[in-house]
């Protein structure tokens, strides 16, 4: 599998409307129960903001095969998206109409979220690779890439949040050195918080 590995801020706009897509068909999280539209606006807002440590995997048709994203500031990007109040409130609209259930889900999201980061933390908050390209090392070589920026930043650890039943995602963690420091509940969801440390 040909694929090149570059910032998330070397992605043009189409780049990045395509890895909202790949995000939605395979990463289930809040944001894909809101739908497209916010996650072509998260990876927007994540594409401009500098706190952002993002790569993205293109195969050689140019289309996102893969991608990891994260940040010491994680709520930051996604509270920027309301910032933009008509067009927030329209998406917003627009969902409940089609899919109350996510508004819901979001609020309780929101509500219960447990995650406090600790001082000197980056977390990498999205990971995934297309079914077509899993399990040729390429989630591996992204995680690392991450690891290696946050290295870079002098971030002191990282962390990130899991479905405890996420099996194929705890073995890749679990094989770059990261460790279950708690596990929590939010919404319906059982997960583990991980955390690799640096120095
Ligand atoms: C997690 C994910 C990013 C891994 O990407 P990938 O490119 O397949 O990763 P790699 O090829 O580098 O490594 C996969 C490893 O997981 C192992 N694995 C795959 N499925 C597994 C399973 N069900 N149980 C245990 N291990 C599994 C593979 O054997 C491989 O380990 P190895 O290299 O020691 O043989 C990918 O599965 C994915 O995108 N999942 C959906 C999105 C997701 O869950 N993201 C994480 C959210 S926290």
């Known amino acids: 599998m040909k694929y090149n590995v570059i910032a998330l801020t070397q992605l043009n706009s189409d780049q990045i409307k395509k890895l909202g897509f790949l995000h939605q ?3 289930h999280s809040l944001l894909t129960d809101l739908g497209a539209p916010f996650l072509e606006r998260y990876y927007q807002l994540a594409r401009a903001d500098s706190s952002v440590i993002g790569m993205c995997a293109l195969g050689a048709d140019g289309n996102p095969l893969g991608w ?4 010491p500031t994680p709520e930051q990007v996604a509270r ?6 008509v067009w927030f409130i329209l998406q917003l609209l627009k969902v409940l109409v089609a899919n109350p259930k996510a508004i819901w889900q979001a ?15 980056v977390e990498l908050t999205y990971i995934g690779v297309d079914e077509s390209a899993r399990n040729q090392g390429l989630g591996h ?15 002191s650890s990282v962390e990130l ?3 405890t039943g996420n099996a194929a995602a705890i073995a890749l963690y679990t094989r770059v050195g990261f460790r279950v420091a708690r596990s929590y509940t939010e919404g319906a969801f059982d997960r583990h918080r991980m955390e690799l440390i640096l120095k």
Not at 68 to 71: E, K, N, Q, T
């Open 25 to 27: 068909r395979i990463l």
């Open 68 to 71: 990891a994203v994260g940040s």
């Open 80 to 85: 920027r998206m309301s910032e933009a109040r």
């Open 107 to 121: 609020f309780i999201s929101s509500r219960s979220a447990s995650v406090a980061m600790k001082p000197g933390a």
């Open 141 to 155: 070589e992204l995680l690392e890439a991450f690891i290696e920026a946050a290295r870079a930043r002098r971030f």
């Open 161 to 163: 949040s899991v479905e």
